[in-house]
């Protein structure tokens, strides 16, 4: 879905494809006779019928009404330039649920299985772990989601490991190189994760460890990550950060801008703790309790409107 979209007309053609020419009239038969010229002798009978059936012969067919051009579907999306007024668990577009509904006929992925993109935020001690391990309540009407997706929460990998950026996901000696004996020879820690965990979501959470300046490659290696998991079938979903350690938003700027070019969901992260005390932050960078708590559980409502959409699908264990 786009916005502005152009019709660029090339003579009588619409350029949404070949349609029947619009605006000249057709010559009907009479036309046709009117146009003849009598002959200076009378011609035998036999050749006034061969010419009368010759004109039914050529005799033009009235074109058909052409069908009017193509309009965009209205994209009422706010852009990510407002990223800070996206709500916080948003709903599966239509696009998203395509693609989960794609990946839910695909024996190769697994619709218990989630994988997880990020630094030492992402890794099951801190994130979503607690809820399978008991190391805190589940919310109200979550316990189903947890126990679903319990045997993620409580697995970590070598996409989801402390110090991680969102180039390391992609060099092969953050893998194999790193002790994650599961990968192979120059294989990238998302490829191996991808491959060896046949997720059917991944939770991309990135942005925490960032190098300064670096906005626009953190961008371009984001989209890259968002390709190869499309490419398996799975389906991505971003997440700002509550973090400013930029110091400019630009990084939660990118996030939003991918996650609204690819039509994805975003979990907005940092609008969910911006009621807290300090904003959910402590020393710039890391998350308070109460934070943790927040983050946790926002993400927590996303997978819930993943598992609600694979009971949908009928999708049994």
């Not at 099951?124 to 989601?145: E, H, Q």
């Not at 969901?265 to 708590?293: A, C, F, H, M």
């Amino acid at each position: 879905m786009k916005q502005g979209l152009t019709y660029t007309f090339v003579l009588v053609f619409w350029a949404v494809g070949c349609q029947p020419a619009v605006g000249i009239e057709p010559i009907q038969p009479t036309q046709i006779q009117d146009l003849s010229l009598s002959p200076t002798l009378p011609l035998p009978a036999t050749a006034t019928a061969k010419a009368a059936a010759s004109l039914q012969d050529f005799a033009f067919t009235p074109a058909p009404t052409p069908a009017p051009p193509l309009t965009p579907t209205p994209d009422t999306r706010l852009t990510a330039r407002y990223w800070r007024e996206w709500i916080t668990v948003p709903d599966l577009s239509p696009l998203a649920r395509q693609i989960l509904s794609h990946a839910l006929n695909n024996p190769d992925l697994d619709p218990h299985t989630f994988s997880k993109v990020g630094d030492c935020q992402m890794t099951s001690g801190t994130f979503l772990g607690g809820y399978a391990s008991a190391k805190y309540p589940i919310p109200a009407d979550f316990t189903d989601t947890v126990e679903w997706f319990s045997e993620s929460m409580l697995t970590d990998g070598p996409t989801s490991d402390g110090g991680l950026g969102i180039s390391s996901v992609l060099n092969p000696m953050f893998a194999l190189s790193a002790g994650y004996d599961q990968c192979l020879k120059n294989e990238t820690p998302l490829d191996c994760e991808l491959r060896t965990r046949r997720p059917i979501i991944v939770l991309i959470g990135m942005g925490t460890n960032w190098m300064p300046n670096a906005e626009i490659s953190f961008e371009k290696y984001l989209r890259t990550v968002v390709d190869r998991i499309l490419e398996t079938g799975a389906l991505p979903i971003l997440a700002t950060k509550a973090d400013n350690v930029e110091e400019n938003w630009m990084l939660n700027q990118a996030i939003a801008q991918v996650a609204y070019d690819y039509d994805l969901p975003l979990v907005n992260v940092w609008r969910s703790v911006q009621d807290l005390t300090g904003r959910g932050i402590e020393k710039k960078v890391y998350l308070t309790p109460d934070g943790w708590g927040c983050r946790n559980h926002v993400w927590l409502a996303m997978l819930d409107k993943i598992h609600e959409t694979l009971k949908d699908q009928r999708i049994q264990p």
